[in-house]
């Protein structure tokens, strides 16, 4: 046993074991991110994974979302040039306020069989219609592929006497839409709540900006700031100072604006 086990390190050319270099194993590169939303004709495009979706400012709040071959309308006020428009599939309504629940403007802007998602106030006090969908604050409706959910609306100290304020906690709605695996939120009348600081992951948001109703400029980038969409576009600003608005937002949130008031101001 001990004559082969010399012949064999004498073949071999050395006494100790030979090492074998073995390549390294290649790290995958990551996926690209996905690219933000940009404005282009004047209204905010966000690619997805499944379509492209365009939000069309229309008036105000109202807006207008196409959103891979389906049409989404937010608040539609007759005080918007509703004539002649693309039909709804889906209408979001956020609360009981005229300009967000207005009969006339959904006669105009409501397809047959379009599915009607509000709050519970807005399904006692609207006549003519039917609300498919009832979401309280941090429910959530599943619609071919697209995920809308509610989330808290309120003022946390305005209104229009001491003790009472324009928004109450619980009683709107702002809407989270999931799609493709992008999100996209609507803010709707509110202050910058606790609940809007602690979202995550939000690739567009439109947030409110007017006295006496919602917030100021800054206030409304103290939220931006906090909760930091990849990019934030004001809506229902009613004549605010936007450009104090972008100077107020972080680096790493990129704010994009569009025309909400063709025409001028509601009042």
Request: proline share 9%; with cysteine; aromatic share 8%.
């Amino acid at each position: 046993m001990l004559v082969a086990l010399s012949v064999l390190a004498a073949c071999s050319g050395t006494n100790a074991p030979t090492e074998v270099e073995t390549p390294a194993a290649e790290v995958p590169e990551p996926p690209p991110a996905p690219k933000p939303a940009t404005v282009v004709d004047g209204a905010v495009v966000l690619e997805t994974d499944a379509g492209k979706v365009t939000v069309n400012p229309v008036y105000h709040a109202t807006t207008r979302i196409d959103l891979a071959g389906r049409t989404i309308w937010l608040d539609p006020w007759s005080k918007a040039a509703l004539d002649d428009v693309p039909k709804a599939d889906i209408i979001l309504i956020t609360d009981e306020h005229q300009d967000h629940m207005d009969p006339e403007a959904l006669k105009k802007v409501t397809r047959e069989g379009a599915v009607l998602v509000a709050p519970a106030v807005v399904k006692e006090k609207l006549e003519g219609f039917t609300v498919a969908h009832t979401l309280a604050n941090g429910e959530s409706v599943e619609l071919d592929g697209l995920t809308v959910t509610a989330e808290p609306m309120y003022n946390l100290e305005r209104g229009p006497e001491e003790g009472v304020v324009f928004h109450d906690k619980g009683r709107g709605n702002g809407y989270r839409l999931s799609f493709g695996g992008r999100t996209l939120y609507f803010a709707g009348d509110t202050e910058c709540t606790p609940e809007m600081k602690a979202l995550t992951g939000i690739d567009l948001a439109f947030l409110p900006m007017n006295l006496p109703y919602t917030m100021t400029p800054e206030e409304a980038a103290a939220c931006v700031n906090a909760f930091k969409p990849t990019v934030a576009v004001p809506y229902h600003y009613a004549g605010s100072d936007l450009a104090a608005f972008r100077a107020a937002v972080e680096p790493g949130v990129t704010v994009e604006t569009v025309e909400y008031y063709p025409g001028g101001l509601p009042w």
